[in-house]
């Protein structure tokens, strides 16, 4: 009997988080309920017109101490900081090396060298663009709601559309900084900024599933979305074929006898 009555009060307070969550966006019911890397965060209306895809992505690996707030990589306003009820929230610098750390972004800037979009690892001096937090460990930033209790690799905003100059983190002391996993999270939660979601194929890089033989690139394939199983994609289709959806979102890199 007594552990008839426990059991009952376990699942009401699964239901009751279950309700928190799926109630705290401002339209989609459906959308963070699953294990995701991703929090649902009201769409930035502020803006005055359709959030944009930034161009620009900047891997931060000073640290900073970021504020809550519609997402402004400019001014470390972000969304996340807001959904977690912070004031502030600093975030360490990377821990491994210079070495390390330009071999990441390297490997990022491969995963995106299809797209025209720049990988940079200095604050830009223009006003729009991504910035990736990469370094530290999730701490506040996850509520072990997320991923069902397992280690938190990354953390992305997320609207079913792109979000300008969004902020993403990437928890490279939590992957130890390992070169290929943290690019691959990396690239992974840049594509989530830009409104991409999860594919059931193991060579995209947006798959939860072991990767394949090959190495994992944005897969240019029509592929059911989902983590564990298919499911519908956020915005609404039956498959995602992530390679042409940043390819139609970010357009093509300009070769070098087009560019300006
Ligand atoms: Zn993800």
């Given at each position: 009997m007594r552990a008839l009555v426990l059991g009952l009060l376990a699942a009401l307070v699964f239901a009751g988080s279950f309700w928190f969550f799926a109630s705290?966006?401002?339209?989609?019911?459906?959308?963070?309920?699953?294990?995701?890397d991703r929090l649902r965060v009201p769409v930035?209306?502020?803006?005055?017109?359709e959030p944009r895809p930034s161009r620009i992505i900047y891997l931060n690996r000073e640290g900073a101490t970021l504020g809550p707030g519609s997402d402004d990589a400019r001014k470390n306003r972000s969304s996340i900081i807001e959904m977690r009820g912070l004031a502030t929230h600093t975030l360490d610098a990377f821990g491994g090396s210079k070495k390390t750390f330009e071999s990441i972004a390297a490997c990022v800037a491969e995963n995106f060298a299809a797209y025209d979009v720049q990988v940079v690892t200095s604050r830009p001096v223009t006003d729009d663009y991504m910035m990736v937090m990469l370094g530290d460990r999730a701490g506040p930033l996850d509520d072990g709601k997320l991923h069902e209790g397992k280690h938190l690799y990354g953390l992305s905003p997320a609207t079913r559309g792109p979000i300008e100059r969004a902020i993403v983190y990437v928890f490279a002391t939590e992957l130890r900084n390992h070169v290929k996993h943290t690019c691959e999270t990396t690239s992974h939660e840049i594509a989530h900024a830009y409104g991409l979601d999860h594919t059931r194929e193991c060579s995209d890089l947006m798959s939860y599933e072991k990767p394949c033989k090959t190495r994992r690139v944005f897969a240019d394939k029509d592929v059911p979305c989902g983590e564990d199983e298919d499911r519908n994609c956020d915005?609404?289709?039956?498959?995602?074929n992530s390679h042409q959806l940043l390819l139609g979102l970010l357009g093509p890199r300009p070769t070098a006898a087009t560019a300006p």
């Open positions: 705290r966006g401002d339209e989609i019911v459906e959308f963070v309920a699953d294990r995701a930035q209306k502020a803006l005055g017109h915005r609404g289709t039956a498959t995602q």
